[in-house]
């Protein structure tokens, strides 16, 4: 018996648009619509990436959610931030660590949702 987490299946977050989230984080992350149709009368909307899922959950109205935020990790640094120049995503100035080589910087989603990416080019595999 282990008393020790496997991993993080998802993370839900409110949302005032579904549609306008579900085509950010598609845009954005390459997330894919997970549509349960018939098997659930849920409103909240799923995306998964395979290994992880994000779920957001309709909202009339959206909450400050600052300083709460959470973190993707990319592979490649300089070509994940090309990406988000070239769909018009803004980013805040990037900050590099070299005691272990990682870098970061912040991202908001359509409702405000603070998005942390981070890069750590010392990371296995």
């Not at 018939?38 to 799923?46: A, R, Y």
């Not at 959610?65 to 300089?78: C, G, I, K, Q, R």
Request: net charge neutral.
């Amino acid at each position: 018996m282990s008393n020790r987490p496997h991993s993080i299946h998802h993370i839900n977050f409110p949302c005032t648009d579904v549609n306008r989230t579900r085509e950010w984080y598609t845009k954005v992350f390459g997330m894919k619509h997970v549509d349960v149709g018939h098997l659930s009368n849920t409103k909240v909307l799923l995306l998964t990436r395979g290994d992880f899922d994000l779920h957001f959950t309709p909202m009339t109205e959206m909450r400050n959610l600052f300083p709460v935020h959470w973190a993707m990790e990319v592979e490649d640094w300089d070509g994940f931030l090309a990406h988000l120049r070239s769909i018009g995503v803004r980013y805040t100035k990037p900050v590099e660590r070299p005691q272990n080589n990682s870098k970061f910087c912040y991202i908001h989603d359509p409702d405000g949702t603070t998005i942390e990416l981070t890069y750590h080019g010392n990371r296995p595999g």
